[in-house]
């Protein structure tokens, strides 16, 4: 009767001693290949700088604003953008592929944690130094296009907790489509399709509000807002305390969701999985 | 001669390789599909919030994203290719392969792979652009089709001096994966006209990598915008930049050691 709960504290615990090691493990390597790391950041800011870029001359032409959006509200959203998007980039789907192909999974199957774990707590890892290569870019692309940001505190608070929430959403999502490659080696075409879904749902080319009416309502039915649109909303916008704590809990349930999806779709694509070297 | 007759060799067994993978082509035709179709949305959503950027219409600016699309496809097809097995070639030591050939190493790294199936997207490319001119006004003239031509040609030219360029870099600084998600990521600003960019980022587009003279050039030509000025000033770029190039080329490989060294 004593040993059960014991037993268990244990296994928390080794399990958080695996995540620190294993995101220590990330910092330190990744922090040798800086300058990869920078060409991969420059080349992801250029997205939001080329959205920017159009929708300040488009507000511009129109008086100062697109639907009660000025250049500088412009500004503030796609750099919390780069921010987002950072945090936002996971173990994806593609790299299932790769992982399968290259018979890595077989020695990672056999450890005593899923291969998951170790997903989630390397590129949590990563996370740290890709954040501190970040700070440069985000005073730059500031000094540059000169954003209108005035977070509270509150939105402080909810925007560090909300980037988490995206990122463990996305993990959640990405992995169960990279589930897709027990099945088939041309996932590369469902992938495409899940992107542009993702490109137009999320915030991520335009804040929602830009979209049709029906396009903002499907938003809301889909994972994709809380990855993109409602962090960033939460620092740039002006939400309401109610849609802040709301928006958590919304992360909350769609990180569930996804873990669930996921659970299920690992279960029956590991039957399929048969080795490749090791 | 020879020269052409080896680059004509290599992309014909290329071909050849790639026909043995036939539902690639399908799977590329749904990729090209959801790429236009994406330009497309992003296209109508700037439009219903505006009648004109930068002075370009909606269907000027369709058959500037169909050039940009042509384009990408043959970077896609014959450029990329070559530059990602460089740099794979630098990084394992394995470039001994192409050196110790007779002929000259910057022409066999630059043959040396063809992924034929990506030409879907010049064939998409080719069609926005199609629909885009006829939606404009002014028609199309012999001039500016050649001019076009030329222009396009030159862009090519000018996209795989950069892209060398860059690759080149592999010869200092070994890992080099993620540089291309540095230049699609840089390649998405050919989306739009570059006169829309601040000035920095225009003359940076235009000069120090040239996506403005690669796209935008070719889109002006055929919607009669373009100067003489314009495109003899590319024509001399090109030219200037392809003996940079080579020149650089020649000092890369002087920092190579090879697998057995």
């Not at chain 1, 509270?152 to 589930?179: C, D, E, K, N």
């Not at chain 1, 809990?249 to 769609?254: E, K, S």
């Not at chain 2, 055929?222 to 100067?227: D, E, I, K, Q």
């Not at chain 2, 001399?236 to 920092?255: K, N, P």
């Amino acid at each position: 009767m004593q040993t059960q709960p014991l037993l268990r504290e244990g296994r928390a615990r080794s399990l958080a001693a695996f995540y620190l090691a294993t995101m220590r493990t990330a910092i330190a390597t990744q922090l040798q290949y800086r300058v990869a790391n920078y060409f991969y950041m420059l080349g992801m800011v250029a997205e939001p700088v080329i959205y920017l870029v159009v929708w300040s001359a488009i507000a511009r032409s129109n008086g100062g604003s697109v639907d009660g959006i000025t250049p500088g509200q412009f500004a503030a959203y796609y750099i919390v953008w780069t921010l987002v998007r950072n945090m936002n980039i996971v173990f994806g789907a593609p790299f299932w592929e790769w992982r399968i192909r290259q018979g890595e999974l077989s020695g990672q199957l056999l450890r005593p944690l899923h291969p998951l774990h170790y997903d989630l707590a390397y590129f949590a890892g990563w996370k740290v130094v890709v954040v501190g290569l970040w700070v440069p870019i985000a005073l730059a692309l500031s000094a540059i296009f000169h954003p209108d940001l005035h977070p509270s505190g509150l939105q402080i608070g909810v925007f560090v907790v909300a980037i988490w929430g995206a990122y463990l959403i996305r993990s959640m999502f990405q992995s169960t489509i990279g589930m897709l490659n027990f099945w088939t080696t041309r996932g590369a075409a469902v992938f495409d399709l899940y992107m542009t879904a993702e490109l137009l749902l999320s915030g991520r080319l335009v804040p929602l509000r830009l979209m049709p009416g029906w396009v903002q309502t499907l938003a809301t039915y889909t994972p994709f807002k809380w990855t993109f649109s409602f962090p960033i909303e939460a620092l740039a916008g002006a939400p309401s305390t109610r849609t802040l704590l709301l928006g958590l809990a919304q992360q909350l349930l769609w990180a569930v969701i996804g873990l669930g999806l996921f659970s299920v779709a690992w279960r029956s694509a590991i039957r399929r999985f048969s080795a490749v070297g090791g | 001669m020879n020269v052409l007759r080896v680059g004509w060799l290599y992309l014909k067994v290329g071909v050849l390789n790639e026909l043995q993978y036939r539902v690639n082509f399908f799977v590329q035709l749904f990729q090209s599909l959801i790429q236009v179709g994406t330009g497309l949305v992003v296209l109508s959503l700037v439009y219903s919030h505006t009648q004109e950027l930068n002075g370009w219409r909606e269907s000027e600016l369709l058959s500037l994203l169909g050039v940009q699309i042509l384009l990408g496809g043959v970077i896609h097809t014959f450029i990329q290719p070559n530059m990602e097995k460089l740099m794979e070639d630098v990084q394992q030591g394995t470039l001994d392969y192409a050196l110790t050939k007779p002929e000259d190493a910057q022409l066999l790294i630059s043959v040396r792979q063809v992924r034929f199936w990506q030409l879907v997207e010049v064939i998409s490319g080719l069609v926005l652009l199609v629909v885009g001119l006829t939606g404009t006004r002014s028609s199309v003239g012999v001039l500016d089709g050649l001019a076009f031509v030329l222009a396009l040609g030159l862009g090519a030219v000018l996209v795989y001096c950069f892209w060398l360029i860059v690759t080149i870099g592999a010869f200092w600084i070994v890992r080099m994966e993620h540089v291309l998600e540095l230049f699609e990521g840089i390649y998405q600003t050919g989306r739009w006209p570059v006169g829309v960019y601040p000035g920095w980022l225009r003359y940076s587009l235009t000069f120090l990598v040239p996506v403005a003279f690669a796209v935008t050039v070719p889109a002006e030509a055929v919607t009669s915008r373009l100067h003489a000025l314009t495109l003899l000033g590319a024509c001399g770029f090109a030219a200037v930049l392809l003996v940079f190039t080579r020149w650089l080329w020649r000092i890369g490989l002087r920092r190579y050691s090879g697998a057995s060294a």
